[in-house]
């Protein structure tokens, strides 16, 4: 009997070559606007304790509630694929004494996550994040930093004008607990007219029906309590100041007062960069200030700010965008063409070549066949020049080289000289 065959896990996705060069270019540019930075790499396991998302993201999350791949081990411990990446960074840091102290840390890690969501454009129950953390740094000055340094990555991906920052503050604990009570009076005396989901936020999480996305629950927001009015003096203070940070490095901002985030944990400065190239799933980068989880997680009150930001979404942009520089998805400088009973000579050429040009990238033929099935290769290769090594040449210590460009004609070297001339050749060596 035919068995079926085996399938990746719906929303698990395969990144193939083709793809996989787009990745890698994305992750460098990333990478190298945190080294301009200064920020620094953490890397953490991908399964955690349980209790460790459910005491750091909050009970009444959809994260928590409906997304979470939890399973017991075989001692019978429960533990959980990361759904993101802060917690596992706070507990790192607790557990290694990063942060004691009060140390300042500015942390970055890239990594999947595993949410069982619905797939979908945009939404996977694999996807990949990179994320940043900053602790112990109180001032709005490093949430500037922040936003200047997603800024500045835009710019280095050529996409700065098709993403537009959106930022809010959510107060102080205390700022959002007088708050919740009236927003709560105020929607209760309302509840017939709510959405299912926000009726149910009523009692569970009244913040996170801000950002409903059901019109009429939006509409019957319009009248509710003012949360910027509810604002102590620090929270408002912290604000104004990140704003005028934000305006001197010119950095452009859409004020949303419905901006409140899906996670429990967060206080003062959120942001998220949205874009309306994607469609529903338009947040590509989204975070905020948090200075109580370090606290909640048992650890001394200490503050922190960190964002997270979605590689598949940003790779969509970019290809939507055409954005992908050429050279990107071009894998090869040379093909070694290796036509008869050449492969020892055209190896230790190869080698040859590899040793005195560290970057170069230099495919040799392998498997036979004549001069005509090699040549087709080298043109499909991608490659920009074709070294041509036949019984001939290695009797004559020769290479012939061929553009597959057409930019020049045929040329012969001896071998000793192909290093110098490939390095003259190529730009990047
Ligand atoms: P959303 O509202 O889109 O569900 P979120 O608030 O749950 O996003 P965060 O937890 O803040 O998202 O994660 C930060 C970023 O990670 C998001 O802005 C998005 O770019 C990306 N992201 C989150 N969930 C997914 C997913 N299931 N698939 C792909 N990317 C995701
Ligand atoms: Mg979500």
Same mark, same amino acid.
């Given at each position: 009997?035919?068995?079926?065959?085996?399938?990746?896990?719906?929303?698990?996705?395969?990144?193939?070559?083709?793809?996989?060069?787009?990745?890698?270019?994305?992750?460098?540019?990333?990478?190298?606007?945190?080294?301009?930075?200064?920020?620094?790499?953490?890397?953490?396991?991908?399964?955690?304790?349980?209790?460790?998302?459910?005491?750091?993201?909050?009970?009444?999350?959809?994260?928590?509630?409906?997304?979470?791949?939890?399973?017991?081990?075989?001692?019978?411990?429960?533990?959980?694929?990361?759904?993101?990446?802060?917690?596992?960074?706070?507990?790192?840091?607790?557990?290694?004494?990063?942060?004691?102290?009060?140390?300042?840390?500015?942390?970055?890690?890239?990594?999947?996550?595993?949410?069982?969501?619905?797939?979908?454009?945009?939404?996977?129950?694999?996807?990949?994040?990179?994320?940043?953390?900053?602790?112990?740094?109180?001032?709005?000055?490093?949430?500037?930093?922040?936003?200047?340094?997603?800024?500045?990555?835009?710019?280095?991906?050529?996409?700065?004008?098709?993403?537009?920052?959106?930022?809010?503050?959510?107060?102080?604990?205390?700022?959002?607990?007088?708050?919740?009570?009236?927003?709560?009076?105020?929607?209760?005396?309302?509840?017939?007219?709510?959405?299912?989901?926000?009726?149910?936020?009523?009692?569970?999480?009244?913040?996170?029906?801000?950002?409903?996305?059901?019109?009429?629950?939006?509409?019957?927001?319009?009248?509710?309590?003012?949360?910027?009015?509810?604002?102590?003096?620090?929270?408002?203070?912290?604000?104004?100041? +990140?704003?005028?940070? @934000?305006? &001197? *490095? /010119?950095?452009?901002?859409?004020?949303?007062?419905? #901006?409140?985030?899906? !996670?429990?944990?967060?206080?003062?400065?959120?942001?998220?960069?949205?874009?309306?190239?994607?469609?529903?799933?338009?947040?590509?980068?989204?975070?905020?200030?948090?200075?109580?989880?370090?606290?909640?997680?048992?650890?001394?009150?200490?503050?922190?700010?960190?964002?997270?930001?979605?590689?598949?979404?940003?790779?969509?942009?970019?290809?939507?965008?055409?954005?992908?520089?050429?050279?990107?998805?071009?894998? +090869?400088?040379?093909? @070694?063409? &290796? *036509? /008869?009973?050449?492969?020892?000579?055209?190896?230790? #050429?190869?080698?040859? !070549?590899?040793?005195?040009?560290?970057?170069?990238?230099?495919?040799?033929?392998?498997?036979?066949?004549?001069?005509?099935?090699?040549?087709?290769?080298?043109?499909?290769?991608?490659?920009?020049?074709?070294?041509?090594?036949?019984?001939?040449?290695?009797?004559?210590?020769?290479?012939?080289?061929?553009?597959?460009?057409?930019?020049?004609?045929?040329?012969?070297?001896?071998?000793?000289?192909?290093?110098?001339? +490939?390095?003259?050749? @190529?730009?990047?060596?």
């Amino acid at each position: 009997m035919a068995q079926a065959k085996i399938k990746a896990i719906r929303g698990m996705n395969d990144i193939l070559p083709g793809q996989s060069q787009i990745w890698r270019y994305f992750e460098a540019q990333v990478k190298g606007a945190l080294d301009s930075f200064g920020y620094q790499e953490i890397r953490m396991p991908v399964v955690e304790q349980t209790h460790l998302f459910k005491r750091s993201i909050g009970e009444v999350t959809d994260i928590v509630e409906k997304e979470m791949y939890t399973f017991d081990d075989r001692n019978g411990e429960s533990l959980t694929l990361r759904p993101e990446g802060t917690a596992s960074c706070v507990r790192a840091c607790e557990e290694h004494q990063l942060i004691a102290n009060n140390r300042q840390q500015r942390l970055w890690y890239m990594g999947p996550m595993f949410r069982y969501e619905r797939p979908q454009k945009g939404r996977y129950r694999q996807f990949h994040q990179i994320g940043v953390e900053t602790f112990g740094i109180n001032g709005p000055d490093i949430d500037a930093e922040l936003i200047l340094m997603t800024h500045q990555l835009w710019q280095r991906l050529g996409i700065r004008d098709k993403v537009s920052l959106q930022l809010n503050t959510l107060g102080s604990a205390e700022d959002r607990a007088r708050y919740k009570a009236d927003l709560v009076t105020y929607l209760s005396e309302r509840k017939d007219q709510l959405d299912e989901d926000s009726a149910r936020r009523l009692d569970t999480n009244p913040l996170r029906i801000l950002d409903s996305k059901n019109a009429q629950t939006q509409a019957l927001l319009n009248d509710a309590p003012d949360f910027h009015s509810y604002l102590g003096e620090e929270s408002r203070e912290h604000f104004e100041q +990140l704003k005028a940070l @934000l305006d &001197a *490095v /010119g950095v452009e901002y859409v004020i949303n007062p419905r #901006l409140v985030r899906g !996670l429990d944990y967060y206080g003062k400065t959120v942001f998220e960069w949205v874009t309306e190239e994607l469609g529903a799933q338009g947040t590509v980068c989204a975070g905020g200030r948090y200075d109580g989880l370090v606290e909640q997680l048992g650890g001394k009150p200490t503050a922190a700010v960190g964002f997270a930001m979605g590689i598949e979404r940003l790779i969509l942009m970019l290809e939507a965008l055409n954005a992908v520089p050429e050279y990107v998805l071009n894998d +090869l400088d040379v093909y @070694l063409v &290796a *036509v /008869g009973d050449v492969a020892a000579s055209a190896m230790q #050429l190869a080698a040859l !070549l590899r040793e005195a040009l560290p970057n170069l990238r230099l495919q040799m033929h392998c498997g036979g066949g004549n001069f005509k099935k090699q040549m087709k290769k080298a043109d499909e290769s991608g490659a920009r020049f074709a070294i041509l090594l036949g019984e001939d040449e290695v009797k004559a210590g020769q290479v012939s080289i061929k553009s597959l460009r057409g930019e020049m004609d045929q040329i012969s070297l001896s071998h000793d000289s192909v290093a110098q001339w +490939l390095s003259t050749q @190529l730009v990047s060596q």
